[in-house]
């Protein structure tokens, strides 16, 4: 029961705070940047206008004077606010409801099958273009989809097999710094022209890691001109085997495992907060597990760098982290005879819980909105910014 309630936490809340919620401490970034924000910004660093509105959200998250709905209870006569969020997917808490939405959608689009979790990855001497230049990122996308398309075509060209994938930008290590990949959640199947579904569970990955280094590099040629031409061909020399690409091991769909991955790697926010250690005013200490060794680090930054850390994962004005791709973007002539991972109750019954109110009540069995009298309170007006819109 233990263990269940957990899981519920987990997915219906915010995800990076559940450590926080279970060790009693409360180190939030929002105080963080509310302390140092306004210093920071003197200092002169350039800063993107995204990332002046996303922080002043995240600032302001929760302040009733901002914007709240105002509920009263006609029994006993009381009031209760209800503070808006700033919906921003940098903030850790509205990002985490941004997270599970994005998880129920893609569920809702998995087909009934085995997927395979794959990671694009590209070299240090790569990611300060894509830093320079954010379009750049839109390349990663492209590349990493090329790659699977061509494996897939080849297959059988007259049947042209398209398979589902699912791709989702990250641009952060585990240390924060700018660390710009690809998670993919790809069906180990495609349908053809002919062929409702074939089984593709062997996929060659010295095959896959050296068509990816080609597709990326030359993409990137193409968009740099001459001057990459030196570096393009010092990065084959250097990485023959091409550049790395991991495979997780097969994830059934219906799977707790695959719901995870599909909660994990949708969205979430650069750094948990359940991840910071300590916080005294002026420095802020947190951990991370290596990458190469699974070894836990400990680093104490000044809140400034901290603060430059995460603002750089900042995505620009409707820049899409998530993209859709083959059988997962649209429908194909035997789309409709493919079996989906969920039902429709199912799809019925998460629609029906999805709000606020709903999520407190599976989590913790208590509504909110039952005021101590144990009447429901009935919601009589919304302040917006300063606009009183009472009903």
Known sequence: MYLLLILILYIFFDINNIGDIMNGKSFKIKDIFADHWDAFVAKGHPIRSVVFKNVDKVIKCGDPSMGHALYYCDHCGKFKYVAFTCKSRFCNSCGAKYTQNRAESISSKLIRCTHRHIVFTIPEELRIFFLRDRVLLNLLF???ADTIFTHFHKLNKSE???????STLHTFGRDLKWNPHIHMLLTEGA???KTVWRKVKHIPFN????????TILSLLHDRLGSSFYSLKTNLFNTYSDGFYVYAKPNMESKSIDSVKYII???GRPAMAQSRILDYDGQFVTFYYDRHEDNKRITEKIHAFDFIKRLIIHIPDEQFKMIRYYGLYAKEYIHSSLLYRMDSKEKKIFRRKHSHWRARLLLAFGIDPLCCSCGKRMELIGIFNSGK???L
């Open 388 to 390: 009183n819109l009472y």
């Open 160 to 166: 042209n097999f398209k398979p589902g994938f699912i």
């Open 191 to 193: 349908s053809g022209n």
């Open 207 to 214: 095959m896959l890691r050296k068509r990816w280094q080609a």
């Open 142 to 144: 492209k590349a990493a």
């Open 264 to 266: 994990r790697y949708t």
